[in-house]
């Protein structure tokens, strides 16, 4: 998508970003789960150790969710502030894993919904992560089913194929979207009162989200 000149906040990098050592949301990652969810050779974040435990147990995981929500929220308004006011695009795409647990869907303009067979899934995991079946599966089974968030999506774009195919499908959508704005920012169109509704309603629930397409 970047190609194609948006501008893209990726969730997965955030929290990478979040958990540098020193960080607020490291100490507080830290002083639960202990030194065994840390590289020996530098104190990074060992995320591998840490999925074991969390994806085997919900409460651990309610527990590293509810640690990383404040820091991973914050870093994610500065970038989509930065966004709106000094870069002035009109056209930001938040890249995550997970959006309809929360009510963020309300305040999008269209979601869009990369979706994947259960067993393309699980084989990507798998050489991906290099994680074995039952780790992947754990993974596979935290999350939502496929179908029920693909019911509350507007587009859903299927990626069984190549990855030039996934790309040609994108783009195809994108040149949708372009088509279907008039306005030239988004700031045009995102009003202060909503602007205010919309950060407090982030700041109510949680850190999670599928994709976002704002316009």
Do not use: Y
Request: overall charge positive; aromatic content about 8%; charged content about 20%.
């Amino acid at each position: 998508m970047s190609k194609l000149g948006a501008i893209i906040l990726d969730f997965d990098l955030m929290s990478r970003e979040v958990v540098l050592p020193g960080n607020p949301a490291w100490l507080s990652i830290k002083r639960p789960f202990g030194d065994l969810v840390l590289n020996d050779d530098d104190g990074t974040l060992n995320r591998a150790k840490l999925g074991d435990i969390c994806f085997a147990d919900r409460a651990q995981l309610r527990k590293l969710n509810a640690l990383m929500r404040g820091p991973l929220l914050r870093l994610f308004f500065s970038k989509l502030f930065a966004a709106f006011f000094h870069q002035r695009s009109g056209l930001v795409i938040l890249d995550a894993p997970l959006l309809f647990e929360t009510p963020l869907h309300l305040v999008c303009s269209t979601t869009l919904m990369i979706r994947v067979s259960a067993e393309t899934q699980l084989r990507r995991l798998i050489t991906r992560d290099h994680l074995s079946d039952a780790q992947a599966r754990q993974r596979m089974q935290s999350q939502k089913p496929p179908s029920e968030l693909a019911q509350k999506a507007d587009t859903v774009i299927e990626n069984e194929g190549s990855l030039e195919q996934l790309e040609s499908h994108i783009t195809q959508w994108w040149r949708q979207q372009l088509d279907a704005t008039h306005s030239p920012s988004l700031l045009s169109r995102f009003c202060p009162n909503t602007l205010s509704w919309f950060c407090g309603l982030v700041f109510a629930c949680g850190a999670s989200f599928l994709r976002i397409f704002f316009l």
